[in-house]
């Protein structure tokens, strides 16, 4: 079956502009994470999902930074007026509890290259 | 919060049996220990998962002692291509909302 996808895998941006990453789970999997990885470092917590709601989003830097999961299944995360520090790869990953899985075993997609020039 | 400590880097030979041993001296009762594998370019991998004595699967066995202080992967007889990134991570396994704390893992290099 189909992994954890995300699009754009490579996106550009100047600084101030605003940017939308997008992530699909593996299909029937309700919750969704999004990472931040900087080079050298793991991934970094940004938002939990748990079907359509935000139900952690501690991981958050500032009020630039927005999450979305309208249907529960495809996320966008959305960033304002971007700025340099958050250049980063932007991981995306989901889990579910079906098939004797656990939360803890989470799938990740590719993730996404931000560069904010 | 449970927290690990791993080696920052290992190297290696290619046919030889490699152990990366983490240190989670704070970990709660239920929590269980993870790993994961993470390639150049790639999202991490989840490897193997346990809570206490021996796990094995086709990758790896995960080694916990009775304390549950410390856990050892164990990769057998690498290859090249087991060069990789791998983080040992500690947490509840059934709550969700728990997220999972992510450190530098253990560079490990294989070489020929």
């Known amino acids: 079956g189909a992994g954890v996808s995300q699009t754009p895998s490579n996106k550009v941006t100047e600084k101030g502009k605003y940017v939308e990453l997008r992530c699909d789970p593996i299909?029937?999997?309700?919750?969704l994470y999004w990472y931040r990885q900087s080079l050298g470092q793991g991934p970094e917590f940004l938002i939990y999902?748990?079907?359509?709601?935000?139900?952690?989003d501690s991981g958050l830097p500032n009020d630039r930074f927005f999450a979305v999961r309208p249907e529960g299944s495809v996320s966008t995360l959305k960033i304002q007026r971007t700025e340099r520090g958050d250049s980063a790869v932007y991981l995306c990953?989901?889990?579910?509890?079906?098939?004797?899985?656990?939360?803890?075993?989470?799938?990740f997609g590719p993730g996404t290259r931000l560069t904010v020039l | 919060l449970a927290k690990t400590t791993q080696p920052i880097s290992m190297d290696s030979y290619e046919g030889q049996e490699v152990n990366i041993t983490c240190s989670h001296n704070?970990?709660?009762?239920?929590?269980?220990i993870t790993w994961y594998q993470q390639f150049p370019s790639q999202g991490p991998r989840f490897i193997i998962q346990?809570?206490?004595?021996?796990v094995t699967n086709e990758v790896a066995s995960l080694f916990i002692p009775a304390d549950r202080k410390s856990s050892t992967l164990s990769l057998p007889r690498v290859s090249l291509s087991d060069t990789a990134v791998y983080y040992c991570?500690?947490?509840?396994?059934?709550?969700?909302?728990?997220?999972?704390?992510w450190g530098a893992g253990t560079k490990l290099i294989i070489k020929p």
């Open positions: 991570l500690v947490g509840p396994i059934m709550d969700s909302n728990y997220q999972l704390i």
């Open positions: 704070n970990i709660a009762t239920n929590d269980y």
């Open positions: 990953a989901s889990s579910s509890m079906t098939s004797g899985r656990t939360f803890n075993e989470q799938f």
């Open positions: 299909s029937g999997h309700t919750a």
């Open positions: 999902f748990q079907g359509t709601g935000a139900a952690d």
């Open positions: 346990g809570y206490k004595t021996k």
